[in-house]
C-alpha cells in the first residue's frame, strides 16, 4: 500500500495561520535516516511520524535537522490526522508513546486537548552573546530563565517581542534547544506572548510552539496567580495556545486544519 502524507496546520482557526506540520501515519516502525529525510525534504519545522503500538501509537518527531523530545503542534496535527482517518472519535483520548513518555490527546469537537508535562524555569545569567543576538537591551529585560529544553528571555513590553529582529546564525552557538522571548500581551483576552526560535534545530523561527508553551505555563502561571491561560505566539502566522495547569501536568488545547493530503512515491 502507498505511504500517505499530510499537511496540517497546527494552533490554526483558519487557513495558512498556526505552524504546518507534516503528518505520516505508517504500518510499523522505519529507518531512522529514512525519517529524517523526508524531514528535510517536507522542509517544515516538525515532520510527525506514527505507528500503532498496543495501548496507542509511537509517536517521533523530526526537524529538518534533527530528532526532537517534545512537540506539541506536530502532536496536535497528528490527533488531526487520526481524527480524519476514523481513529479518534469525539470525546475520545488518544494515548501516544513518545520519547518524554507518554502523552494523551482528546478530542473536544473541533479542539484538541493534550496533556503534557510542565517544565519548570529556573533564573541564570544570560549565555553570552544571547540578548544582543536577539537585539534586547539587557537593562530591559525582566530576566533570564532556564527550562529543560529551552532559555527564556521576558521583556516588559509586548512591542519588544513582536518587533524583534534576531541574528540567527549568533544564535546557533546557543546551548539550548530553542529561545523563547515572552511578554504580557496587550490583546483583550490574551494573557502573554512569545516568540520562539531554534536555529539550533534547522528552525530559525517556528510559529507556534507547542512544547514552549509547557514552561511558558509555568512561568506565567506563578507570576500572574492563573491556572486558566490564553497565549499567542506573535510569530508572521501567529496563533493562540488555551492552558491549564494542573500541578506537574498542562493541558495544551488548540484547533487543526487539513492543508494537504497525498502518498509519497518512495
Known sequence: MATEIFQVDAFAERPFTGNPAA???LDGPRDIGWMQSLAEEMNLSETAFFWPETGGYRLRWFTPAAE???CGHATLATAHVLSLLGGLADGETVVFFCRSGELRVEKIGDLYRM??????VEATAAPEGLLEALGLDPSEVIGVFRSRFDVLVVTPRPEQVRDLRPDFRALQSTDARGIIVTSEASRPGVDFMSRFFGPAVGVDEDPVTGSAHCCLASYWSDRLGKTELRAFQASKRGGYVGIRVRGDR???EGSAMLVLRGELSI
Open 68 to 70: 526532537v523530545d517534545l
Open 115 to 120: 496533556d503534557f508535562p510542565r517544565l519548570d
Open 250 to 252: 498542562v493541558d495544551l
Open 23 to 25: 503528518v505520516c501515519p
